[in-house]
């Protein structure tokens, strides 16, 4: 998508043909800065520090530091030492495991003169194959817009949760691959972006890649969307997911189920938008079944800003010696879900509204 | 209540006789300082900058405010002046204009000479009534904790949203009166505090007094509370309110009701504790009759902490150029409400059920 005015991915190949370019995340919302990844080394540290985060970009960062460790040396110590490297840097992240395990069957069979094109090629098809999925996943997610377009005067009001966006994809992103394509086709959109405590990816990412592509909309405390959805200043919500039961139950980052419950209660409809990479087929029950990590409670203690003199800076926001826990996903039951965006259309939050579109996956 | 084992109010007489201490609030949770309040200027600016804040507090204050305009000039004139200064710090405080009205009642046809000791006894008697309020509460929601922790092994989790302790009142506070009886009485509890956002109160103010005193508690973020009580951690929920209908809608902190939804979803007992002064016998549907205040963006784009340095330090959050809302409200209906918790006892949140305790409003 655009930062004003000009097309970026969140991954793309550099000019001179073989390095990388991404955009430093950790950085954003106060500084844009895109880094080049020359190697391997370059590639695991922007995974490790979060200077590329979201399922789908991780994976991508990790198809082309595969492709680096390939031009610097091509030989099967060199790609499996590269292998073990990358996937220590997340080590729950499921995509990344997913894009290394294509990458070394892309490289399975190939001589070593041929491998590092091999590579390149397949990490930019990793790559093309994410922004397909997620153009459709708008493509799908488009008509819902329009039709709480054609109910109502006025801008079509969203309300988001986290960053499903471009900055966690290589381009449109999942949630907001819908409102991207609405904008751009002339539809008149305003998302409600919750700041998302406590890592407040809403308020620094998803608001950052709205306001630089021109789309109207507010930040607000995760607090207010009930507020917000009883006095019908709400349409519609698309959240992304983290992972899909394959009974529909959607676990993503935490407080996505609190909006389902208030979307519920005042009758709006809940969606959630999801490449199918993301469903789990084996799992139906997210409550007993999803393990729900807890992170540093450092990240609800202490918050990072930019600070009047320019800086970023680290403050604390509790007492000290007051304890915090840090539960980072939840999970919303299918019930409270209106249907699923997939790649293939739009379905039903259940094992048959799944199977409907990935029939495949049906047993025998 | 406590901190660190010596008891204070949040308001009280200096030992002088005549001046009158409070905490300076804007400084916690990093500093606890005491202020002296000598003059009406005084009382009135520890109002308008929200050194106290809270409605209990708040009436409290501005009663001593007249107190010591009394002490200094009692004419008819000076305490007409002083009523109008109080009232402009913040007008739509309810228990403002209530606690003037009082104080002028008390001092109407009283000699001037009398005045100021006259003016001191009715601000004690204010104090004393709030704190009595509040003790009453506890002992009528302390049964509620006493139920939970009979029907498990281990401490009682409660829930608790915003700052509804001892620090918004001039002792024991409402939501938490019940906690302090029951810790205080050797009950086991553990508190779950929503930080609060945009305001943090809970954070800075509820994990302050609760550390203070010695209850165990945990901060988390407002999106959390959901994802707890999914997994049986939170046993009661407990909040205060700034204002309840008469048919018992509660309007309180933006964000009370998702917490109320997460709780009805799961079968977890949410309780309302509040004086019956706060109680809108005027009015019955929350939602289409009370309004809700909008507050400045800058709560939700910026936030102030101690930084590394050990000063309090204001950063943004937010992207520049991305506007944020800032709804400091939300109104819980009463079919949410598993019971109102007042001085009188715990009832209904409904018409019948708050007439049951306060026969004199029903009508002839």
Same mark, same amino acid.
Request: glycine share 14%; aromatic share 4%.
């Given at each position: 998508m655009k930062v004003d005015g000009i097309a970026y991915r969140s991954i793309e190949p550099a000019e001179d043909g073989w390095s990388v370019m991404i955009i430093d995340q950790t950085l954003l919302p106060h500084r844009f800065a895109r880094v080049r990844l020359a190697s391997l080394d370059d590639a695991a540290r922007a995974i490790r520090t979060m200077q590329v985060r979201g399922a789908p970009l991780i994976g991508a960062t990790a198809a082309y530091g595969l492709a680096l460790a390939a031009r610097a040396d091509p030989s099967d110590e060199s790609l499996e030492a590269a292998a073990s490297a990358l996937l220590a840097t997340r080590p729950t992240a499921v995509n990344l495991r997913w894009a290394i395990d294509e990458m070394l069957a892309a490289l399975r069979n190939v001589s070593r003169e041929a491998r590092a094109a091999r590579a390149y090629a397949r990490a930019r098809e990793i790559c093309e194959a994410d922004v397909a999925t997620n153009r459709a996943i708008g493509g799908h997610g488009l008509p819902l817009i329009r039709a709480a377009?054609?109910?109502?005067?006025?801008p079509v009001n969203l309300l988001t949760h986290c960053n499903a966006g471009w900055l966690a994809t290589v381009d449109f992103g999942t949630a907001l691959a819908p409102?991207?394509?609405a904008h751009d086709s002339g539809l008149p959109v305003h998302v409600w972006v919750d700041e998302t405590r406590p890592r407040n990816q809403g308020a620094a990412l998803t608001a950052w890649e709205l306001s630089r592509h021109g789309v109207p909309h507010?930040?607000?405390a995760d607090n207010a969307g009930g507020h917000l959805m009883q006095h019908g200043r709400v349409d519609l919500?698309?959240? /992304?997911t983290d992972r899909t039961t394959a009974a529909?139950? !959607?676990c993503n980052k935490i407080g996505t189920y609190l909006k389902a419950l208030a979307a519920r209660d005042n009758g709006v409809p809940f969606y959630v938008a999801l490449p199918s990479s993301t469903i789990d087929w084996a799992?139906?029950? /997210?409550?007993?079944? !999803?393990?729900i990590e807890e992170r540093a409670p450092e990240e609800v203690t202490h918050i990072s800003g930019l600070a009047d003199d320019g800086r970023v800076t680290r403050i604390r926001l509790t007492p000290e010696g007051s304890p915090a826990a840090n539960h980072a996903f939840d999970v919303t039951p299918a019930r409270l879900v209106s249907g699923l965006i997939t790649e293939r259309g739009v379905c039903a939050a259940s094992r048959q509204g799944l199977l409907s579109l990935f029939p495949e996956r049906a047993g025998p």
């Open positions: 377009h054609a109910r109502k005067d006025g409102v991207y394509l507010t930040v607000v919500c698309i959240v /992304g529909g139950d !959607v799992i139906a029950d /997210g409550l007993a079944s !999803v393990p």
